[in-house]
């Protein structure tokens, strides 16, 4: 495999490029968002539409690409946030030129941005990190609900002396630890990644697995093609999210949990559900993706980064 490229770690002072690669978000969400990372002591620069919403998109195809190429390559940008998830993510991949991405920088975000996440990843190796988008997550604040976890942003994008741990604040399926690469996200756009030229390679990672808004029987569904399609082979250990809004229909008793036990317990494999992650109510949890992790899986589990995701 090849080795990983780490971004330069943000310092004080530090630009941060904000863009909207998928669906637009309401304009107070993000200058709440860009307010808090400014009382972080960094900078932000915005890539805003000059248009109003294209249908589901924050702009036109053309531009949306334009913004997310000129945010990963622009010299005085150290790290690029994304204003929301939503829709619109995956078609920017076909064409991004990846030559011109020499750099690796920090990209973080969650939902719909897992698309990004696994194009840097699988073409270029770049580290990313699976954390708190600017009007889903820093518009509330750290330590609050609907906010993010400051700790495990901080230490994802600042240290470069080691790694550290942090608790999953979940519910163990399988006990055990496993260590691998730390791989995921947004489970409906792992499965879509399926087919394509970045198609996520998920063998002998620790696999963050979440999304929202998900019935059970549709989650079995996701689950089920990713088993089929071999995505469960060779992964050491698994961290499931908490989806929210996921409740079983009228009629049914079968939860999101029970359907996690049925396909994913016979893996044998290490495994904790319900950790803050992605799309939750909890303060989120920032995960760097394409670094050496391992799961501690008992009680409410803990995640161990072995290694810094950044550089100086």
């Excluded at 920088?105 to 969650?110: A, N, Y």
């Excluded at 163990?172 to 879509?192: P, Q």
């Excluded at 950790?275 to 939750?280: D, E, K, L, Q, R």
């Excluded at 993706?289 to 995640?303: D, P, Y």
């Amino acid at each position: 495999m090849t080795k990983s490229r780490k971004p330069l770690a943000l310092v004080p002072g530090s630009t941060i490029a904000v863009i909207s690669p998928a669906s637009a978000a309401k304009e107070e969400r993000i200058e709440r968002g860009c307010e808090t990372l400014e009382t972080l002591d960094f900078r932000v620069k915005r890539y805003a539409s000059k248009r109003h919403p294209e249908g589901y998109f924050s702009a036109p195809l053309a531009e949306r690409r334009k913004h997310l190429q000129a945010a990963l390559t622009s010299p005085g940008v150290r790290a690029v946030l994304c204003s929301r998830g939503g829709y619109g993510s995956t078609e920017i991949l076909d064409g991004l030129p990846t030559a011109r991405l020499k750099q690796a920088r920090i990209f973080c975000g969650f939902s719909d941005v897992t698309s990004v996440h696994i194009f840097l990843w699988q073409k270029l190796r770049w580290v990313t990190f699976y954390g708190p988008l600017v009007a889903g997550g820093f518009d509330a604040g750290p330590n609050t609900t609907g906010g993010f976890d400051p700790d495990t942003f901080m230490w994802s994008m600042t240290a470069t002396d080691s790694g550290w741990t942090a608790p999953l604040e979940g519910e163990t399926f399988t006990r055990g630890k496993a260590e691998g690469t730390m791989l995921g996200g947004c489970i409906t756009l792992i499965e879509t990644s399926i087919g394509t030229p970045w198609e996520l390679d998920t063998r002998d990672s620790i696999l963050l697995l979440e999304d929202r808004g998900v019935k059970p029987y549709q989650l079995d569904r996701l689950l089920t093609h990713l088993k089929q399609a071999g995505k469960f082979d060779g992964v050491r250990g698994i961290v499931l999210g908490d989806f929210p809004e996921s409740e079983p229909p009228e009629g049914s008793s079968v939860t999101i949990a029970d359907v996690c036990r049925r396909v994913l317990g016979p893996l044998h494999i290490p495994i904790v559900y319900g950790a803050p992650v992605g799309h939750t109510t909890r303060p989120m949890l920032t995960i760097p993706l394409g670094v050496r992790a391992k799961l501690h899986a008992s009680g409410e589990g803990q995640i161990e980064i072995l290694e810094p995701a950044v550089r100086a």
